[in-house]
């Protein structure tokens, strides 16, 4: 099992990284079109697509290797016990919150499947497709809380350290 999540972690990671890949060839290909006066429609409408899906499936990868700002100062000063109580309260609200998200996004991206939304940009791309990422990122993500929480729960920390 550690190892399929591991994959899943590394797999969005991997996503990430290619769409930001993209994003600054898409950044290239305008400011390359733009100097040999090339009309390249739909170029940054596309980019915002992958640099928001970058960013969500991004949030697992980074919760994974201890990358999210957490305030350390705080926690620091707390006890063992305490400090273990505090972290798990914070992954617990984190799931949730992961999960309420997840669950919005997946009704968002079924709406503007539903409702065949497509952008007003120069390209009409069917919104649903950009979108799907999102909800994506976020369950990754709410694995992510729920792998820490029974983490933490047998022992270990936040920081990757045990108790």
């Not at 120069?122 to 976020?138: E, F, H, N, S």
């Amino acid at each position: 099992m550690r190892r399929a999540l591991d994959a899943l972690y590394s797999t969005a990671g991997a996503a990430a990284a290619l769409l930001i890949v993209a994003v600054a060839v898409l950044v290239l290909t305008q400011i390359m079109s733009r100097l040999l006066h090339v009309d390249v429609p739909g170029v940054d409408d596309i980019a915002g697509y992958c640099l928001a899906g970058a960013s969500f499936l991004a949030l697992a990868p980074t919760l994974k290797h201890g990358a999210h700002i957490r305030v350390s100062l705080f926690i620091e000063k707390l006890g063992a016990g305490s400090a273990r109580f505090c972290d798990i309260v914070s992954l617990v609200v984190g799931l949730l919150l992961a999960l309420y998200f997840s669950w919005s996004c997946v009704d968002f991206v079924w709406d503007s499947y539903r409702f065949g939304e497509v952008s007003h940009g120069m390209v009409a791309t069917p919104l649903w497709i950009p979108r799907l990422v999102l909800p994506i990122g976020l369950i990754v993500l709410a694995v992510a809380f729920l792998d820490e929480i029974f983490r933490v729960v047998k022992g270990g920390r936040l920081d990757g350290s045990e108790w």
